[in-house]
């Protein structure tokens, strides 16, 4: 072998000095090809799973025309509005022997209320029996609520006589001694050129000479009352009904979804509890205000129901879907996102969104100025679900709810 021969064969075998920066050979034709299968095979099966709601979204009817609003932040659940445990204290009376006893009310020790198959039941220590059913058979199921009427409201008038909000048949006066029923204004009735399609809740003057009212929706019925809350729509209104003249008037309307109700002392204002923007409206009835509208309250950590008064000279107000904060709240969140709500809205019923909803029920004690003075809590509604109403009568909370099939007592005294 000659030198250059030999230099030749030692620069071919110089050894390889290995470091920690060595790196493996690169095949770059095999990772590209299957860095592309991935990339393509990612994108098939995206398109597979998105073309179902791109189809949905494109050729399905969306039942509601959602309309973006604002709602500040929720407040945050500190203080008057710290979690605790106290409507778990509660006792469960009459479960499964009724159900959603939406509304309470007492002449002395015996309570009244209205269940979701059209019924008034009367209840004297521990029986109960039907005074009144205002619509007509069969009843108990979604279909056939506006046949068979849903006594929501209900208020004892001076005369000793039961006042009823009935959402799909209209208000009715019955005597709680026979249970004869009378109809005061029926919904088939045009006021300010709408008919009455939700009647809601009501209250009574001392005199007995006016009843306000709450008419949730001109598009919207009772059984739809979630397509009301996720459209936001604000065709609702206050009504008066003068029992002298027999005339309804429109007292304020363009409202979201105005629900429970309740006379000031002075009876010269109205409380009304504006669910949808989670706050509580007060409007003038009588007097220099009268025809006049301001908030009592706002931005409440829920959204509210029925108002009524409490034995401190305050307003006990209830909720059953709450503004968790911190945490999410997605009637909130869907708020300014009115193409979520549709999708939505085209892919699940409203039976199956309910189940959704987390159970939360909240009761609020109010002072005359709006601020908040305690707060009953149970979370996950493991003992009081769905409330919608809280009663005192003798020291105690009688607490309604729009569908659960019991009603419950919660001694204060207690809590």
């Not at 030999?6 to 000095?17: E, H, S, T, V």
């Not at 939505?344 to 309910?354: G, P, R």
Request: charged share 25%; aromatic share 8%.
């Amino acid at each position: 072998m000659n030198e250059p021969e030999g230099l030749r064969f030692r620069r071919l075998n110089r050894p390889q000095i290995i470091t920690d920066e060595t790196h493996e050979p690169q095949y770059k034709g095999t990772s590209t090809y299957s860095g592309k299968v991935f990339r393509v095979t990612l994108l098939t099966l995206g398109g597979f799973l998105l073309l179902p709601l791109i189809v949905v979204g494109f050729l399905l009817e969306c039942p509601i025309e959602p309309l973006p609003f604002s709602l500040s932040e929720p407040p945050l659940m500190t203080g008057c509005y710290e979690p605790n445990l106290k409507l778990r204290e509660a006792e469960r009376l009459f479960e499964d022997q009724l159900i959603g006893p939406e509304s309470i009310t007492n002449i002395g020790d015996v309570l009244y209320t209205g269940t979701a198959d059209g019924k008034i039941v009367k209840i004297d220590g521990r029986k109960m029996n039907v005074l009144a059913t205002l619509g007509n058979p069969p009843c108990g199921s979604r279909e056939q609520e506006h046949v068979c009427g849903r006594p929501l409201g209900i208020r004892v008038g001076p005369n000793g006589t039961l006042f009823v909000a009935d959402a799909y048949l209209g208000l009715f006066e019955v005597n709680p001694v026979t249970g004869q029923s009378t109809l005061l204004v029926s919904t088939r009735r045009m006021v300010g050129g709408r008919r009455l399609s939700f009647i809601n809740d009501l209250d009574v003057t001392q005199d007995g000479k006016k009843v306000y009212f709450t008419d949730s929706s001109s598009r919207w019925k009772r059984r739809d009352f979630l397509n009301l809350i996720m459209e936001a729509t604000s065709d609702g209104r206050v009504l008066e009904y003068d029992t002298e003249t027999k005339e309804v008037t429109v007292m304020m309307e363009n409202l979201r979804f105005p629900n429970g109700i309740q006379l000031l002392p002075d009876e010269e204002s109205v409380l009304v509890a504006e669910t949808t923007m989670a706050r509580i409206r007060r409007v003038h009835v009588a007097g220099l205000n009268k025809g006049g509208m301001d908030t009592f309250t706002d931005n409440l950590p829920g959204f509210p129901d029925n108002i009524r008064r409490s034995s401190s000279g305050g307003y006990w107000v209830v909720m059953s879907v709450v503004r968790l904060n911190p945490g999410f709240s997605m009637l909130d969140f869907l708020s300014q996102r009115p193409w979520i709500k549709k999708l939505i809205f085209k892919l699940f019923s409203q039976d199956m969104l309910l189940k959704f909803v987390p159970r939360y029920s909240l009761v609020v004690e109010l002072q005359e100025g709006g601020a908040c003075v305690r707060s009953f809590h149970d979370p996950h509604g493991t003992v009081a679900a769905y409330v919608s109403e809280a009663h005192e009568h003798n020291g105690h909370l009688y607490l309604g709810s729009f569908r659960s099939p019991y009603l419950c007592k919660l001694d204060l005294s207690k809590v």
